[in-house]
C-alpha cells in the first residue's frame, strides 16, 4: 500500500509513501515500548537536554521544514517558516518540564505520603492534514518530556514534515524509536494505536465524527484520550466596538491557512446598527486578500489542500447568497477566493457546518443575549472573538461564550504557553500550556510506613 502525494499549488505528482499496515504498526509500537524504558531511565536533566537539542536541530533546519510544507500542504512560505518555528518553540517550552515534574508531599499519620508523575509510556497521536507541523509539537514535545515514546500518524495528504521532524529527533540524539512516525491510512494505522493495548493514550486532531469514533474505541481498554476537534467560532462585533479595526482584520481571523483551521472565526455576528458600517469596511479588505504562489514571500493565502477538499468547500455556495469575493488564480492548483456569505438565519448550511475553508458567513444580531445565544448555538465550541469597548460587555460576554479559545477586541488565543482546547464537540482535554507535560502521565501517591 502506498499513497502518491500532489503539489496543491501546481497539482503535479511528488512523492510516494509507503504505508503500514496492521502488523507493521504493532512493530513499530513494540520498539516505542523498548525506547520509552529507555528514555524514562534517564536523569531528567539529560532528557532536558536532549530536547533543547532537538529544537536546535529544528531550528537549524527552519527552511528545509518551511519549503516541505509548501510543497506538500500549499502553505505560504512565510506561514510555514512560522509553523518551524513554532515547533522549536514549543520543544524548548517543554524541554524545562523534565526537571519540573514535582509531586506532592501530604502530611498524613505513621509515615509520609509522596506523590509521583509516573510517564503513561507509549502515546499515539493522530494529526490532522491542515496544521501538520505545530500540531505534531504541540503533542509530541510534552509527551516526550513527560518521559514517554510518541508513534505519529500523520495525515495520509500531509506526512512530509512530521517525517522530517522524527528524522531531527535522531539526529539531535533522542534513543532510537522514540520519537516514529507511522505513515499509513487512518483506518489502518490509526485504527490500531487505537486497539493496540500497548498504546496507553490517544492525542486525536481531526474531524468531530472521526473523534467520536475513536472514543468510543478507547473505552474498551479505558484508554485515554484527549481530542481536539471543530469548530465554528463566531466573531461578534458590538456597535461600540472599533467597528473598522474589527471589520479590517476579521478576513485574517477566517481566511488564514485558506480557512482550514479549526479556530476560523468563520461566523461574522453583526449588531445591526453598525451592520452597513462593517460590511463596508470588510470588502475592500476581502478583496485585497493575496491569495496565490505560496512559494512567494509575501503571499498570504495558498490553495486548499486537496481536490476533494475544494470540491466539498465549493459545495457550501450551491444556493448561497455571495455578498463578495476577492481573487484568486485560475488554473493548476486547487484555488478558492476569499468569500462572504449573507446568512438568512441561523440554520442555513453556511451558518451552522465546519465548511474548512475561505467562507465566511455574516448575521446580524440585535442584543447581547441574541449574540450570546446565537454564538452558542452550535455543537462547537472552540474558539472566537469579542469586539466592544465595554469593559463590562466584555467580561459578561466572553464567560458566557462557551468556548475553550476566546480573545477579546484581538483574534489572538492560542499560545503555546496557554492552553488550547475545546468546549462541546470541539474536544476533550486541553493541549499547551504550563499543564501540557502533567496530561501525559499519571498521578500516584505512594505511602511510606514511618513505623515499620
Ligand atoms: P479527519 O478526517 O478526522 O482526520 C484526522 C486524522 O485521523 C487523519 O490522520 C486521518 O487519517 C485519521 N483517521 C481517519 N479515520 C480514522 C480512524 N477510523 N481511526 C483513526 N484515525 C483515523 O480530519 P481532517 O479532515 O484531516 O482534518 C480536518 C478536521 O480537523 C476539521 O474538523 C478541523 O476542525 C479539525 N482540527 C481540529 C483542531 C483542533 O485543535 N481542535 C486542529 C486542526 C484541525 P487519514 O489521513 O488517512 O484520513
Ligand atoms: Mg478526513
Known amino acids: 500500500m502506498s499513497y502518491t502525494l500532489i503539489n496543491p499549488a501546481t497539482e503535479e505528482s511528488m512523492e510516494t509513501i509507503e504505508h503500514l499496515d496492521a502488523r507493521q504498526t504493532d512493530e513499530a509500537i513494540e520498539k516505542a515500548v523498548k525506547a ?41 512560505i512565510d506561514q510555514a517558516r512560522y509553523e518551524a518555528n513554532n515547533v522549536r518553540d514549543v520543544l524548548n517550552y517543554y524541554a524545562g518540564a523534565p526537571e519540573r515534574l514535582v509531586g506532592k508531599q501530604i502530611p498524613v499519620a505513621g509515615g509520609i505520603a509522596v506523590t509521583f508523575h509516573e510517564p503513561i509510556g507509549v502515546v499515539g497521536m493522530i494529526t490532522p492534514w491542515n496544521y501538520p507541523m505545530p500540531i505534531a509539537g504541540w503533542g509530541m514535545a510534552p509527551a516526550l518530556a513527560a518521559g514517554n515514546a510518541v508513534v ?21 540524539g533522542l534513543p532510537e524509536n522514540l520519537f516514529q512516525v507511522l505513515n499509513g491510512k487512518g483506518t489502518v494505522v490509526g485504527e490500531r494505536l487505537v486497539t493496540n493495548e500497548k498504546v496507553g493514550k490517544i492525542v ?4 468531530t465524527s472521526v ?31 472599533d467597528v473598522v479595526k474589527a471589520a479590517t482584520t476579521a478576513p485574517y481571523a477566517v481566511f488564514e491557512n485558506a480557512g482550514q483551521d479549526c479556530c476560523a472565526r468563520s461566523r461574522i455576528l453583526v449588531q445591526r446598527s453598525v451592520y452597513d458600517k462593517f460590511m463596508e469596511a470588510l470588502e475592500p479588505v476581502v478583496k485585497a486578500v493575496k491569495v496565490g504562489d505560496p512559494s512567494l514571500s509575501g503571499t498570504e493565502v495558498g490553495p486548499l489542500v486537496s481536490k476533494a477538499h475544494r470540491e466539498n468547500v465549493s459545495s457550501f455556495l450551491d444556493g448561497a447568497d455571495v ?4 481573487s484568486a488564480p485560475t488554473g493548476k492548483g486547487f484555488w478558492f477566493a476569499p468569500t462572504v456569505v449573507l446568512a438568512k438565519s441561523p440554520s442555513d448550511r453556511c451558518m451552522a457546518e465546519e465548511i474548512f475553508g475561505p467562507v465566511v458567513t455574516v448575521y446580524p444580531f440585535e442584543t447581547e443575549a441574541e449574540a450570546i445565544e446565537l454564538a452558542n448555538g452550535t455543537e462547537y465550541g472552540l474558539s472566537g472573538s469579542i469586539w466592544t469597548r465595554d469593559l463590562g460587555r466584555g467580561i459578561r460576554v466572553s464567560r458566557a461564550v462557551q468556548s ?45 510506613n514511618s513505623n515499620s
Open 211 to 241: 473523534g467520536k469514533h475513536i472514543m468510543r474505541g478507547a473505552a474498551d481498554q479505558i484508554k485515554r484520550v484527549t481530542l481536539e476537534l471543530g469548530g465554528k467560532s463566531a466573531n461578534i462585533i458590538f456597535e461600540d466596538a
Open 204 to 207: 486525536f486532531t481531526g474531524s
Open 323 to 326: 455578498a463578495f469575493q476577492g
Open 152 to 172: 505519529l500518524k500523520p495525515a495520509e495528504w500531509t506526512p512530509l514534515t512530521s517525517m522530517r521532524l522524527a528524522e531531527l529527533g535522531l539526529e539531535a
Open 404 to 448: 475553550g479559545n476566546l480573545a477579546v477586541n484581538s483574534h489572538s488565543s492560542l499560545r503555546y504557553t496557554t492552553p488550547f482546547g475545546g468546549m462541546k464537540q470541539s474536544g476533550m482535554g486541553r493541549e499547551l500550556g504550563p499543564d501540557a507535560p502533567l496530561h501525559f502521565t499519571e498521578e500516584k501517591v505512594v505511602f511510606f
Open 36 to 76: 520509552q524504558e529507555k528514555w524514562a531511565a534517564l536523569a531528567p536533566g539529560d532528557r532536558a537536554m536532549l530536547l533543547r537539542r532537538f529544537a536546535s536541530a529544528v531550528d537549524a533546519d527552519n527552511e528545509n521544514l518551511a519549503q516541505l510544507e509548501v510543497r506538500n500542504s500549499g502553505h505560504p
